[in-house]
């Protein structure tokens, strides 16, 4: 018989679960409700919420939106999306996570501050909404980096301020940041920001602990989950024995072969029900 454990750890952080949250509170209002983007990257949980009657719109679909509700999700959005919505009478439900608008105003104040005297640098993944968001707050003046081969683009001869995208690794900033130091001349200062969500962050290690301990890992996420491919490369580095699925329907049967124990563990976008279905998947084939 094989035993499946769900991490207990995984599934949705707090900024996604009160975006959720949010969005179930406004649909049972009745009424249309749009959200901007994809509410999470896990397609399942999209389609859930569009059963109940959410929409999930572009930003070039809310430029010509007029009298209507918008959900701003977990990512945040940039100043231009608040004065896309007043000119177009749109009622905000903003669900920005707590963490990713004390970041904002962070970079926001910083520039006011600063303006074009420093460089401000964003540690990031290249047009994720979040890091859309944070360079909104500089007018499009930030300078984001998604590794350190990427620094060279900097003048190390006058001051950096240096911030990062909340869902990236701790040691990938490190990294960033003393390489950044290392390269500082004439005098110019760097001034960094470890920015990143420790809710997020500490998932790394006990993920790590939870994939050792198991003869196979299904690690349930959606395709475009940044998040998700960070998780999921940290349990495949620890168990090679790691599989990405999106549901329970993508689980090859062949994988149960001569298993013992399988984990089932998930990104920050992955709903605690998906999990529970390829727990519940693995059971009726080992029960056949």
């Known amino acids: 018989m094989i035993d499946v454990t769900i991490d207990q750890g995984s599934g949705f952080c707090f900024g996604v679960t009160t975006a959720i949250n949010k969005a179930e509170e406004e649909l049972s209002r009745g009424g249309r409700l749009y959200c901007l983007g994809d509410i ?4 399942e949980e999209v389609a859930r919420l569009h059963d109940l009657g959410m929409d999930t719109i572009t930003h070039e679909q809310l430029s010509r939106l007029h009298n209507a509700r918008v959900l701003l999700r977990a990512h945040g959005e940039p100043p231009s999306t608040y004065d896309i919505a007043r000119r177009n009478d749109i009622e905000i439900i903003d669900a920005t996570c707590p963490v990713v608008l004390q970041l904002q105003r962070r970079v926001k104040d910083c520039y006011t501050e600063n303006g074009d005297r420093v460089q401000i640098v964003i540690y990031g993944k290249r047009g994720h909404a979040e890091v859309n ?6 007018d499009g003046h930030a300078i984001v980096l998604e590794s350190v081969d990427e620094i060279n683009c900097l003048d190390f001869t006058r001051d950096i301020r240096l911030f990062s995208q909340t869902t990236k690794s701790i040691e990938g900033f490190r990294k960033m940041r003393d390489e950044i130091s290392r390269r500082m001349t004439g005098g110019a200062l760097l001034v960094s920001y470890d920015t990143i969500c420790r809710q997020v962050a500490n998932r790394v290690e006990r993920l790590r602990e939870f994939a050792s301990r198991h ?74």
């Open 215 to 288: 003869d196979l890992i299904l690690f349930v996420s959606g395709a475009k989950s940044s998040n998700g491919r960070i998780l999921f490369n940290e349990c495949k580095d620890v168990n090679p024995n790691t599989y990405m699925v999106s549901s329970a329907a993508d689980v090859d049967r062949k994988l149960l072969d001569n298993i013992k124990s399988v984990g089932v563990c998930g990104a920050t976008s992955t709903p605690r029900w998906l999990m529970e279905q390829v727990k519940e998947y693995i059971t009726n084939i080992d029960n056949e």
């Open 40 to 43: 999470v990257h896990n397609g």
């Open 133 to 138: 968001g944070l360079v909104g707050q500089t």
